[in-house]
């Protein structure tokens, strides 16, 4: 391994001080030397200075007053103060504004000089991996939002065209001329849809920060239903919301939420059930909105029930994605909000949601 | 409803959802014409030239966001310029395959545009749409 170069720069006053330094560590170090701030200051414009070590008591400029103008201009350099005699004053000072890693008196020990430049040097790499590691991280990050964004613009428009041109072969009673070819392409393009949506959430859901905005439940719910009783109008809705009070939450999570419950609570029912039914109750407090999904359909097995939360489960006999409730929890973890579960065979699911208000 | 003339105006780049689109308006039976237009520059280009000929205006416009060069917030940037004769004339809805939180919340927001459909385009989805304002629209 080789070893890397520690470029140190050393400012004193005393020509001797300079020559000692040099005499006792030009092997080790890239040694510069200055004899006044302001030459060291020259210095540090135009070396990539790694360590620099100031004497305390120079005509001018102290070595705390030249630490502290080179705070914003020159943050990186790892800061040693040298000093002849122990002033608690310019020493707090000196920690306090100037940034000092070390504070070594004078005569200095060789040794212990040597190993204070050497753990400064490490904690300036370490500062400097860190800075790498954030850039890279914001590259990083950046890059899978532009991700995000081709996801749901460019990947999905051609499938949103594909969908289009099904619906327009309904629409010239074509969609049975050639056995169930279009079933199928329907079937695979609404699934693929559907897992870009969920993923698109996913996503979403992880990265953005909470947002405040004002919640109208009825509104929402409102909408909600329309949206997903598009394309199946055999489910009833029974809706009571009662909100007398401004209720402020995620707008984005809580949509996400209360659309996959209620999706779900369309997508499994029973399909011998006449009378499919779901009840959707809010409560809305000054503290929370209490949230109770109710349906009739074929409800979940109770070896499921714990399993239901997790990601990719999905049970033998229904196809699902396994992203659907699994976004819902992380939404609400996300939020505070809680989500209790209950169900049998018989009489279908209720579904539990509090959230709170962050009004 | 008096005269049945309607004339719709579709902006979108992409000339596979155009050609979709514009069948599927057709065979609705919506409108007595269909104008296509294949970017936001034609359809401020179309609407100058006929600026003159209120009969040329287009009833309603379909607009999708995503488009290079002119996309469609900027296009309803320099649409808002038009006449209120005019805007009050012709309506505008937003039809768009996005998923983008922020893009739905911006259509939505806007003034001008009075809904989001969602591509693809559902005949009977227009259709309500339409029907609700039909006394703004005329047709």
Known sequence: MSIPTVRVLYIDDEENNLQAFRASFRRQYEIYTALSAAEGLLILQNVDVHVVIADQKMPNTTGVEFFKSIVETHPDPIRILLTGYTDIEALADAINHGDIYRYITKPWNDLELHNSIKNAYDAYKAKIDLRNKMTELEKTNDELNRFIYSISHELRAPLVSVIGIINLVKMEDLYHSSGEYWSLIETCSNKLDYYIQKTLQYYKNTKDIPDHSEIDFKQLVGELIDLHTYSDKDTGFNVSINQNVKFVGDAFRIEVILSNLISNAIKYQKSNELNKTVNIEIDVTDHQANININDNGMGILKEHLEKIFTQFFKSKMHHGSGLGLFIVKEALNKINGTINVSSNIEDGTTFKITIPNAK | ?139
Do not use: R
């Open chain 2, 1 to 139: 409803m008096p005269n049945k003339t309607g004339k719709v105006l579709l902006i979108d780049d992409n000339d596979i959802d155009l050609k979709i689109n514009y069948k599927i308006i057709k065979l609705s039976g919506f409108f007595d014409e269909i104008i296509l237009c294949q970017s936001g520059e034609e359809g401020i280009e179309y609407i100058n030239k006929n600026l003159n000929e209120p009969e040329a205006w287009p009833d309603f416009i379909l607009l999708d966001i995503q488009m290079p060069e002119m996309d469609g917030f900027e296009f309803l940037e320099i649409y808002k310029n038009f006449s209120t004769e005019f805007l009050d004339h012709c309506k505008l809805a937003i039809l768009s395959s996005t998923l983008d939180f922020g893009d739905i919340k911006k259509a939505e927001a806007n003034p001008l545009v009075l809904k989001l459909l969602k591509k693809p385009l559902y005949p009977n989805e227009l259709q309500t749409l339409l029907h609700k304002h039909s006394t703004l629209l005329g047709i």
